[in-house]
Each structure stands twice: as C-alpha cells, then as structure tokens.
C-alpha cells in the first residue's frame, strides 16, 4: 500500500511550532549586528521544540555565507542580549520567549520557569541590555589596552 502524496510531503516538512512572543518590535530596539539577525533567524529555522539548536558554528557560516568569526561574533552579541545561549560546543539554546513549541501550554510553562532577567517582556529589558553592552565594550577595550602594553 502505498502513503498519499500529501501525507508523503507532510512526513518530509518540520513539525509546525509555536512560538509565544513576536520579537521583531523588541529586536528592532536592540539594535543588534546585521549578522546577529541572520544567525538568530537561522537558528530558529533549526531548532527542536524547546528551542535547542545543535549546529556547529562552521555549518551556521556555510549556510548563510560568512566566515566562522562572523557567526562567533553573532553568537557573543545574541548571548548579550539573551536571545541566545551556548550550552556547549555545537549546542545552543534560544531564549524561551521566542522557542518553538508543541503546544502553547508548553510555551507558558518555560517561561513560567525562566529567571526574571531573561524575559523580555520586562519593561526594563532593553535598558539592561544597553548597560550590558557598555560593560562588554569596556571589558573589551581593558584588553586590547592590556594587549597592546604588553606588546611595547
């Protein structure tokens, strides 16, 4: 017996998911890295529900066409700004306000479970990140000082 057509091409398409909050009012605030966006968009494109994402940093940059220090980079301001989170090599996690997600009541429980400084649906979420930023930026150029004084 053979399987239907549609239910052939239904087998081979991702399983639908749904994802609790639209993000794009809130990334537009962050003003994050034009590679920061492609990255996030693809994560969310490989992603199991849940939002665990297992991908190499060499394939993210084959897919999109950049180098592997781009997608790095991308990865450290996306972690900055709490979308995205490395668990190990390979292995990312995207905030739980923007995973994908089986059934809402699923989506509801994860954020339910989440520490209060990831949500972005804090009214001071953009203002944190901003600060978090400015820290990452001074920490950066403590060490590029550090760098270029040894180097005298």
Same mark, same amino acid.
């Given at each position: #017996?053979?399987m239907?057509a549609?239910?052939?091409?239904?087998?081979?398409e991702?399983?639908?998911?749904?994802?609790?909050?639209?993000?794009?009012?809130?990334?537009?605030?962050l003003?994050?890295?034009?590679?920061?966006?492609?990255?996030l968009? #693809?994560l969310? @494109?490989?992603q @199991?529900?849940?939002?665990?994402i297992v991908? $190499?940093q060499e394939?993210?940059?084959?897919?999109?066409?950049?180098?592997r220090?781009?997608?790095?980079?991308?990865?450290?301001?996306l +972690?900055?700004?709490?979308?995205?989170?490395?668990k190990?090599?390979?292995v990312?996690?995207?905030n739980?306000? &923007?995973?994908g997600?089986?059934?809402?009541?699923e $989506?509801?429980?994860? &954020?339910?479970?989440m520490?209060d400084a990831?949500?972005? +649906?804090? +009214?001071d979420?953009?203002?944190?990140?901003?600060?978090?930023?400015?820290?990452?930026e001074a920490?950066? @150029?403590t060490r590029r000082?550090?760098?270029?004084?040894?180097a005298?």
């Amino acid at each position: #017996m053979t399987m239907p057509a549609h239910a052939a091409q239904a087998a081979q398409e991702p399983e639908a998911l749904f994802t609790p909050v639209n993000l794009n009012g809130l990334i537009a605030e962050l003003n994050l890295p034009v590679q920061a966006y492609r990255v996030l968009l #693809m994560l969310q @494109e490989h992603q @199991e529900p849940g939002g665990q994402i297992v991908i $190499a940093q060499e394939q993210l940059g084959k897919l999109l066409g950049v180098s592997r220090s781009s997608v790095t980079s991308a990865l450290a301001a996306l +972690d900055i700004a709490y979308l995205v989170h490395m668990k190990s090599y390979g292995v990312y996690q995207l905030n739980s306000m &923007i995973a994908g997600y089986r059934t809402p009541g699923e $989506a509801w429980d994860a &954020i339910e479970a989440m520490p209060d400084a990831m949500r972005l +649906d804090d +009214d001071d979420f953009v203002k944190e990140y901003r600060e978090r930023v400015k820290q990452e930026e001074a920490t950066r @150029e403590t060490r590029r000082r550090r760098s270029i004084l040894r180097a005298v």
